[in-house]
């Protein structure tokens, strides 16, 4: 059974960092590539960007682009969402996703973890 399990949100001011967790268990998780997207009230969801299987490439939504960094480690089957120069609108629930390497669609998520960013 995949799991993915969030962790690492919080309450900070704007301008500040944080940075979000992703534990995997019950996949081959050097095998999948790993995103990110957020879910902010009364908006649709953002695809906030993903690193490939080996962590050769990464994307990023323009909203997030030079400000956050998305990490793996493969060892730990963890993935990684550093956020800095935080804005109030980046308060949103954040999710890892996993989608097996090849494949198109992102099959699995976790539950998500709350970060809400004060002006």
């Known amino acids: 059974q995949v799991q993915l399990v969030e962790s690492g949100g919080g309450l900070v001011q704007a301008g500040g960092s944080l940075r979000l967790s992703c534990a995997a268990s019950?996949?081959?998780?050097?095998?999948?590539?790993m995103g990110w997207f957020r879910r902010a009230p009364g908006k649709e969801r953002e695809h906030v960007g993903a690193?490939?299987?080996?962590?050769?490439?990464?994307y990023y939504a323009d909203s997030v682009k030079g400000r956050f960094t998305i990490s793996r480690d493969n060892a730990k089957n963890t993935v990684y969402l550093q956020m800095n120069s935080l804005k109030p609108e980046d308060t949103a629930v954040y999710y890892c996703?996993?989608?097996?390497?090849?494949?198109?669609?992102?099959?699995?998520w976790g539950r998500g973890t709350q970060v809400t960013v004060s002006s």
């Open positions: 690193i490939s299987w080996s962590g050769g490439s990464t």
């Open positions: 019950g996949l081959t998780f050097s095998s999948f590539d």
């Open positions: 996703e996993a989608r097996e390497r090849g494949s198109d669609v992102y099959d699995y």
